[in-house]
């Protein structure tokens, strides 16, 4: 049995190889060839465009991939959505493409672009979008560069983003959000039912997603007499629920617990006056709930 899996080329790639890194498997990529090495001999890799990862899933050329909610909907691809995979730092975010107009110009909402020209790479959703708010205008897919189309090449754009930075750097604004979209692992529906291809895509969702709980976060161990332990885990975030242990010596204890990493610089001074000895931060691959 071997899983054919779609790695997504472009802008996912890097983050897609680093998050299966942090999950446990070294995929290894060559200029000159579109099969990714994979040290899982029952993984066989395929680097697709995300726009077209669903297309291939749904056919059975491949039996599971990565790509945006927002492609599968414009292929209006019938898959299994495995795993929801979302982070709110780096590439795993949650994205929206919404629909934008220039700055100066009256528009309002989408029905006023009534018989108006709109540029996207999403033209079938887009299309979608307009038919239910009663709209009739023109849809032109758009290679790149949208944001600088209106008002000479389109009078609005439907555009994918995350802070909406680009969109006010070319003098347009939101006037609503047409689809919100994250990374999933998807399905073929045929892999699905086969119960040896299932297991390894069970098993590749635990450790994928064991693999983002643990973005952000680290471990720290330490040591602390008992008598300042109050102190200490009034010092820790509250709710982290720490691991706590007897040592050799019975008045002393070790505390085991896991924090977001942007606290750490202001714990570990904390920990250290309210007690805390040999305190050890370590790095994190997968927390696995």
């Keep these: 049995m071997k899983l054919k899996l779609g790695i997504p080329k472009g802008s996912l790639e890097n983050a897609t190889i680093e ?101 996207t790479e999403l033209v079938a959703t887009t299309k979608r979008y307009l038919a239910s708010h009663g709209v009739k205008a023109k849809v032109e897919f758009s290679w790149g560069a949208t944001e600088v189309k209106p008002p000479v090449l389109a ?35 045929e892999a699905w039912e086969d119960a040896e291809k299932r297991r390894k895509l069970e098993d590749i969702k635990m450790l994928l997603e064991g693999a983002i709980n643990a973005l952000g976060k680290v471990g720290l161990m330490l040591n602390v007499h008992q008598n300042d332990l109050p102190g200490v885990l009034g010092v820790l975030p509250a709710l982290k629920r720490p691991t706590i242990s007897h040592l050799s010596d019975e008045d002393w204890l ?21 007690g805390a000895q040999g305190i050890v931060e370590y790095p994190l691959n997968k927390i696995v709930l």
């Design 19 to 119: 998050l299966f890194r942090r999950a446990g498997f070294a995929i290894t990529t060559s200029s000159r060839s579109y099969f990714p090495g994979i040290d899982d001999p029952d993984i066989e890799c395929m680097l697709i465009r995300a726009q077209e990862m669903a297309r291939y899933v749904e056919d059975g050329i491949l039996d599971a991939g990565l790509t945006g909610r927002d492609w599968i909907e414009e292929n209006e691809a019938s898959v299994v959505a495995v795993a929801d995979l979302i982070y709110a730092k780096q590439s795993f975010g949650k994205v929206r493409w919404v629909l934008a107009v220039p700055e100066a110009s009256g528009f309002r909402s989408a029905k006023d672009l009534e018989g108006k020209i709109i540029a």
């Design 155 to 189: 009078d609005a754009i439907v555009e994918v983003t995350e802070t909406g930075s680009s969109l006010r750097a070319n003098k347009l604004k939101i006037i609503d959000t047409v689809l919100e979209s994250n990374t999933q692992l998807i399905a073929n529906r």
């Design 254 to 274: 070790a505390v085991n617990t896991i924090i977001d990493e942007s606290t750490v610089r202001d714990i570990i001074p904390r920990l250290k006056q309210a």
